[in-house]
């Protein structure tokens, strides 16, 4: 899956803040203690999904960690193009023979990054595989088990590099 200008509208940059990422990240640890029972591992995509999730894995005290790399962007430039997603690692990379995952991304976009995640946590031999992200890209063909929140352009996380001062940005909360 690549990504097209049908992904986002490029008009805006959406800002989240640590408060709106914290926000999210209690609203969608209950959400996944409500839907129950509680994963006996959380998988974290990098990078930008390391953060949420272990955010989540201390929210739902669930100690067994272990983080995916399946790189996508060409660049760190925004908008920049996308490559087909391919596993490079699991770390580590031992079955997860009777375990509850739940696999921890940022955001989904085209829904080809969590595509391989999943097939990936099959293959380990995981019992049930649950996904959560922070944002969901409204184009994006694929649901996540448990998302933040919707939108519909570029987001900038807090955590990273913020917007330069031409770019027109807009606080994630002003849209939700």
Known sequence: MTAGPSLWKRQRLLTMSWQTLGTLLTGLAEEIRAAGPLPDTVVGITRGGLT????????LDVPEFRIMGIPRNSSNSRYSERGAAALEYV??????????????DDIMGDGGTMETAVGTLRALDAAEIRTAVLVRNQNCAGRPDHQGVEVDDWTVFPWEAPPGPAEPTVPLEAVR
């Open 52 to 59: 949420p999730a272990v955010a989540l894995a201390h929210r």
């Open 91 to 104: 770390v580590p990379d031992t079955p997860l023979t009777g375990k509850r995952v739940l696999v921890v």
